[in-house]
T-cell receptor, first 118, second 116 residues
Framework: AQSVTQPDIHITVSEGASLELRCNYS??????LFWYVQSPGQGLQLLLK??????LVQGIKGFEAEFKRSQSSFNLRKPSVHWSDAAEYFC????????????????FGKGTKLSVKP | GAVVSQHPSWVICKSGTSVKIECRSL??????MFWYRQFPKQSLMLMAT?????????EQGVEKDKFLINHASLTLSTLTVTSAHPEDSSFYIC????????????FGPGTRLTVL
């Protein structure tokens, strides 16, 4: 079954500390992987994506993520968290091909809420 | 670039009425648009996928007669919640994709629907 698991529901880090948000996926085809951020009452903003090539991808706002095929993981990292990073983060997986007849269907994890302590 | 708008941003309606939500791609042509529903503190659940000029494909468990989707042009898709009930209250988010190659979806800001 296709699924995305974000094992941490809520994480609190101190401002300036490093951050890693975990994401594991189960997918029956070559995956495209995404991280989105959502502020309260807002839509989703794309942080970064992985389609192919270098497994370490850089995104906006200083975020990066590493695709590890052997571990089916796509963890999000940031070396120094800012208070404005407090938000909900969603990992998502989609098909690299027209898989199962669903063009571009994305499967989302349940999200990780990030709180930042001053 | 790649901006998607939704209108209205929030709406309150009485039970039994219908509500239409618009999703527009402002600076690109969207061959495919997606409608998601998000309950409080939950993830996004895909409701349906619509391709311009054809009928929407609904996910299992989504009532197509209740959630009418129209994708009349390459820049506009609408979701109509018919005979709304309080349990339809939710955050509805649309996204648009310009093609299958990149499979990147651009999300609208969402519409908060409250049914009294």
């Amino acid at each position: 079954a296709q699924s995305v698991t974000q094992p941490d529901i809520h994480i609190t880090v101190s401002e300036g500390a490093s951050l890693e948000l975990r994401c594991n996926y189960s997918y029956g085809a070559t995956p495209y992987l995404f991280w989105y951020v959502q502020s309260p009452g807002q839509g989703l903003q794309l942080l970064l994506k992985y389609f192919s090539g270098d497994t370490l991808v850089q995104g906006i706002k200083g975020f990066e993520a590493e695709f590890k095929r052997s571990q089916s993981s796509f963890n999000l990292r940031k070396p120094s968290v800012h208070w404005s990073d407090a938000a909900e983060y969603f990992c998502a997986v989609g098909a690299a091909v027209n898989y199962g007849g669903s063009q571009g269907n994305l499967i989302f994890g349940k999200g990780t809420k990030l709180s930042v302590k001053p | 670039g790649a901006v998607v708008s939704q209108h209205p941003s929030w709406v309150i309606c009485k039970s039994g009425t219908s509500v239409k939500i618009e999703c527009r791609s402002l600076d690109f042509q969207a061959t495919t648009m997606f409608w998601y529903r998000q309950f409080p503190k939950q993830s996004l659940m895909l409701m349906a996928t619509s391709n311009e000029g054809s009928k929407a494909t609904y996910e299992q468990g989504v009532e197509k007669d209740k959630f009418l989707i129209n994708h009349a042009s390459l820049t506009l898709s609408t979701l109509t919640v018919t005979s709304a009930h309080p349990e339809d209250s939710s955050f509805y988010i649309c996204s648009a994709a310009s093609g299958i190659v990149s499979n990147e979806q651009f999300f609208g800001p969402g519409t908060r629907l409250t049914v009294l």
